[in-house]
Each structure stands twice: as C-alpha cells, then as structure tokens.
C-alpha cells in the first residue's frame, strides 16, 4: 500500500510520486525509496523532497483559487510547507506551490447581494434571446452565477457602500509599446482599480494600452483573457502581437473552430526566452525607474 497522501508529499526530481511509494527512509545522506512494485532505490538527498505532518487549511464556505483559476468541490487543502496539496471530493488530487493558491471568502449567504442576484436571475428568465428548446440564453448563464468572493468584481457591484480603497500603483510599470501622456495614466489607473473604462475614436490608441496592460500584467505573472463580443477585435490585438513576434503567448480562441486552428498550429519546439542575470535586471529595473521618472516630468 502506498504512503497515505494527507500524511505525507514526496516529490522526486521534480516529479509527485507519493501514490507511487510504500516506504521512505533517510540513509547514508541519501534517500532510499521503495515503490509499490518492492523495488528499492537510493537517491541523492538533493533529488527527493518528503515532507509529513500537513497543516490543515481552513476553507469552509471560500472560494479557493489556484493562479486566479477557482476551483470546486474541495473536500481538504493541506499545508506542506511551501506545496499545498488539494484534495477534491471526487478523489481527485491536485499540487500546486504556496504561493499559487488564495482563498477568499465567500459573500455572506444572506443579505442584499442576494437579493440582487436573485433579480437578476429573474429578469433574465424573460430575455427574448432564446436556445432551440425554448430556454433564455442569460438565464442559463445567471444559474451558474455564484455567490462571489468578497474581494471580487461582482462583490463590488452587488454590495452596498463605497467603493474598496484602490491598489497602489506599481512604481516601475512598463510600456515597451509606447504612449502618450493619457495612455500611460489610463494604465496607471486600470493596475489600481478592479475595472477601468477607457474610451476615444478610433486611432487614439485603446489597443497600444491594452497592449502596455498585458505587458505590465505578465511581469505579475498574471494570466490575462482579452474578451469582446466580435472576433474583430481580439483579432486586432492578436495581430499588433504577432507584429511584435510575442503571439507565442497568446491563444486565439471563442469558437470551436479558433480552438481546434489554435491546437493544429502548435509546433514542437519550445519558445526559448531569454534569461536576465541578476545584474542585468537590477540595472533593467532602474533603467525603467529613471524612464518613468523622467515621463511624470
């Protein structure tokens, strides 16, 4: 039988191989692991992480997120220093470090968000946009609307009071696509608020600031989704990318065909990006600081 997986993570050579392992034991300065088939193998203590005795992390009625994807039906979220381990109530189990993971609480079961959603839904019920079958198209979409978490967007809108205080902005933002001085507050502005609008004509620049927000979002490792309601308009975005040769990180997708275009078009190899030595980018970083500085002026 393996080692019991709320007890006990081991991680070899980067790899969860803790369903795969009946004993472990530290021997000689190295690890000597034994697998379910009886096998026994000794690695460097470099190789193998095995940490026991998890702490138990609290959920109750949270949303539990792992870089900014909400996850559900989660029995157990258990501490192992800096891994987490979820444990779904399908059996399923997931590893993720840390520092990936938020939990945030969920609105209160009662009060006026609720009743605002529960209007909402109702409304929905009469929109004359409807499915084969008879059934509204936003309804069905209000029934998988949940109660949102307190730090949400939709929190903000359903909840009473003023607004939530902004973020502070970062001091070091980027924008490698250009602007002028009403582009680069409207992206100062939209890194401090959960929503920002930003309009103007046609040629006055929306796509090069949505261009510098993705920019300055992927330096927070935050994954981004650039949504419209026509193709047109991601596609703009897509294209001022591949101009740049940075479409590698984008995913053209919406309808089943963008999805199976964007599959077939993967190649094997992998984007190889350049690595910044330490030094570089402490002098990369205060080349950004004195570029700003000299932009506020």
């Not at 258990?78 to 979820?86: E, S």
């Not at 009060?111 to 936003?138: K, N």
Request: proline share 5%.
């Amino acid at each position: 039988m393996s080692m019991n997986p709320r007890r006990h993570l081991i991680i070899i050579k980067g790899k969860e191989l803790t369903d795969q392992v009946t004993r472990i034991e530290r021997t000689a300065g190295r690890m000597a692991v034994t697998y379910v088939g009886g096998k026994t193998y000794r690695y460097a203590s470099g190789n193998v992480e095995w940490l026991s005795n998890p702490k138990c992390i609290p959920t109750g009625d949270s949303h539990v997120f792992v870089q900014g994807e909400q996850l559900s039906d989660i029995d157990d979220v258990l501490y192992f220093g800096k891994w987490v381990k979820l444990f779904h109530k399908s059996g399923e189990q997931r590893l993720c470090l840390f520092s990936d993971i938020d939990i945030q609480q969920a609105e209160p079961s009662s009060g006026r968000s609720q009743d605002v959603l529960a209007y909402f839904r109702e409304l929905a019920e009469g929109s004359p946009l409807r499915s084969i079958d008879d059934q509204s198209l936003m309804a069905m979409k209000y029934r998988h609307l949940k109660r949102g978490a307190v730090r949400s967007v939709l929190a903000g809108f359903l909840e009473t009071g003023l607004p939530r205080p902004a973020k502070s902005a970062p001091s070091d933002p980027i924008f490698p696509f250009g602007c002028n001085m009403s582009q680069k507050i409207a992206v100062q502005r939209a890194m401090q608020h959960p929503i920002s609008v930003i309009q103007g004509p046609p040629g006055t620049g929306k796509t090069q600031t949505i261009l510098n927000l993705i920019a300055n979002l992927l330096l927070q490792n935050k994954r981004i989704a650039v949504v419209s309601n026509n193709n047109s308009a991601t596609a703009n975005v897509l294209e001022k990318l591949q101009k740049y040769e940075l479409d590698f990180m984008a995913a053209f997708l919406g309808s089943n065909e963008n999805k199976k275009a964007f599959i077939e078009a993967q190649s094997e190899g992998r984007v190889q990006l350049p690595t910044l030595q330490p030094n570089e980018e402490e002098a990369a970083l205060k080349e950004i600081l004195r570029l700003n500085s000299q932009l506020d002026k």
